[in-house]
């Protein structure tokens, strides 16, 4: 399935909505506004939260936890040496770790498991908010991944923040 995550344009917080390819909401992601570091509260249509999103404050390199009931269900890790393209680690319990690796311009992201494409991510050129297009074909971890893309666009494009 193909969604479309795309950042609001006037708000006080990091909020994103996502939505399938037909422009129907599926999932909406609210930052609090007054907080030590990001925090994200991933939601489904009704307010029930998915997936927290915290930032690790003290760590070397932008490190997330997704959280999922009060239990880290994921941590998410930049890799600090790098060249010409971003990489990110999603590491789960147990031995099946995601991957996602960046382009040259961190406009298209790759994730993999195992050596394996789960997903694929990418950026629009010329829009008035951060807009991706994310394809994920088996949908069995498709809350986790699309959590990760939005901590991804946390860490690679804060500059680019429009509030």
């Known amino acids: ?3 479309v995550l795309k950042q609001k344009f006037w708000s006080l917080s990091d909020t994103f909505k996502i939505r399938d390819l ?3 909401d599926l999932f909406v992601v609210k930052g609090r506004f007054f907080s030590l570091g990001d925090k994200l509260s991933f939601q489904d249509l009704n307010g029930q939260e998915l997936i927290f999103i915290r930032q690790k404050l003290m760590s070397w390199g932008p490190t997330y936890y997704l959280e999922q009931g009060g239990r880290v269900v ?17 590491d789960v319990p147990g031995p099946d770790d995601f991957e996602a690796r960046g382009g040259f311009l961190d406009h298209e992201y790759t994730f993999t ?6 997903a694929t991510s990418s950026k629009r050129w010329l829009s008035w908010t951060d807009t991706y297009a994310i394809d994920i074909p088996n949908d069995n971890d498709a809350i986790l991944l699309l959590a990760a893309a939005v901590v991804i666009d946390l860490v690679c494009h804060q500059n680019d ?3």
């Open 113 to 118: 498991r195992s050596g394996e494409t789960v």
């Open 74 to 90: 994921a941590e998410v890790r930049k890799h600090l040496f790098t060249f010409f393209h971003c990489k990110f680690t999603v």
């Open 22 to 24: 037909e422009g129907r």
């Open 1 to 3: 399935m193909i969604y």
């Open 161 to 163: 923040r429009k509030h």
